[in-house]
């Protein structure tokens, strides 16, 4: 499985900016698509994913300025980030996996990530 992510860059705060990813190499049609972030000297965190049957988790940072979103046609999965602050400052990471029945999602593959930094 390969995972490619485009869209990162710089931006002003208060701006908006969204993010792609395109996976190949699937095999199977049940999976979850993600993004988790790393900022400078933080561990890397989730940010928001989506079941292949559409329920949708976000981070409490992001919620309600954020949003996920597939086509499942294209295997691919986009993040549209509204209302950008210095905090979200960070490589995003497009990823891959599986959801237990907790709702627990482990990712088990990663794309290289791309920066996106937030500042005036």
């Known amino acids: 499985v390969q995972l490619v992510e485009s869209g990162g860059g710089l931006v002003q705060p208060g701006e908006s900016l969204r993010l792609s990813c395109a996976a190949s190499?699937?095999?199977?049609?049940?999976?979850?698509m993600g993004w988790y972030r790393q900022a400078p000297g933080q561990q890397r965190e989730l940010v928001a994913y989506?079941?292949?049957?559409?329920?949708?988790k976000y981070s409490d940072s992001v919620l309600g300025r954020f949003i996920i979103a597939r086509d499942n046609t294209k295997n691919t999965v986009s993040l549209e980030m509204n209302s950008l602050k210095p905090e979200d400052t960070a490589v995003y990471y497009c990823?891959?996996?599986?959801?237990?029945?907790?709702?627990?999602?482990?990712?088990?593959?990663w794309g290289q990530g791309t920066q996106v930094t937030v500042s005036s």
């Open positions: 190499g699937i095999k199977s049609a049940i999976f979850t």
């Open positions: 990823n891959l996996g599986t959801t237990d029945t907790t709702g627990k999602y482990s990712p088990a593959y």
């Open positions: 989506m079941m292949s049957i559409g329920r949708i």
